[in-house]
């Protein structure tokens, strides 16, 4: 069984970075599957995003963030820079905040990603609604809230292809 980063004490192979780029494309696949107007449905691109920052920012940083942004607005038809703005705004306090944040347990780490989650969340609306939109109501940030309770497995699970298998050695004394 796999523990989480802050109790286990197995070293992590290196991360690759073409399983990087396969995470962050099948997040931007989640996006674009047509929920409708259903409220809680994470930002599966902003949610990866940070993840990646926080824990290989020299490898995933603003300019990642900012092709996937345009991606989406694009994707989306939004307005042209909103995601990407968001999403350069996330890399960098993710990025910022890296060695901070892995210090702590998987449950604490959901609590500090929450805010770079809503903050992202903010600027996008605030785009909209300078540019006309309206608001959409306080359930616009539930999926923030949805995405930190499920922090703890994605993290698992994209974690999950660095771990080394464990190499036991009866006769070795340490």
Not at 19 to 28: C, E, R, Y
């Amino acid at each position: 069984m796999i523990q989480p980063t802050h109790s286990s004490r197995r070293i992590l192979l290196p991360v690759s970075g073409w399983f990087i780029h396969f995470t962050l494309v099948s997040a931007l696949v989640l996006n674009l599957i047509p929920f409708g107007r259903l409220p809680g449905i994470p930002d599966w691109v902003a949610l990866v995003l940070a993840f990646w920052c926080i824990h290989q920012p020299l490898k995933v940083g603003m300019g990642t963030a900012f092709f996937f942004g345009l991606v989406m607005d694009v994707a989306n038809a939004n307005i042209m820079g909103q995601h990407a703005l968001a999403y350069v705004l996330l890399a960098f306090a993710a990025g910022g905040l890296s060695r901070r944040v892995l210090w702590f347990p998987l449950v604490q780490q959901a609590l500090h990603v929450l805010p770079l989650l809503l903050g992202t969340q903010l600027v996008m609306l605030l785009i909209r609604m300078a540019t006309g939109a309206e608001f959409p109501g306080i359930l616009y940030f539930l999926s923030s809230f949805v995405a930190i309770l499920i922090w703890h497995p994605v993290s698992l699970l994209l974690l999950l292809p660095q771990y080394r298998p464990v190499e036991r050695d009866d006769n070795r004394p340490i």
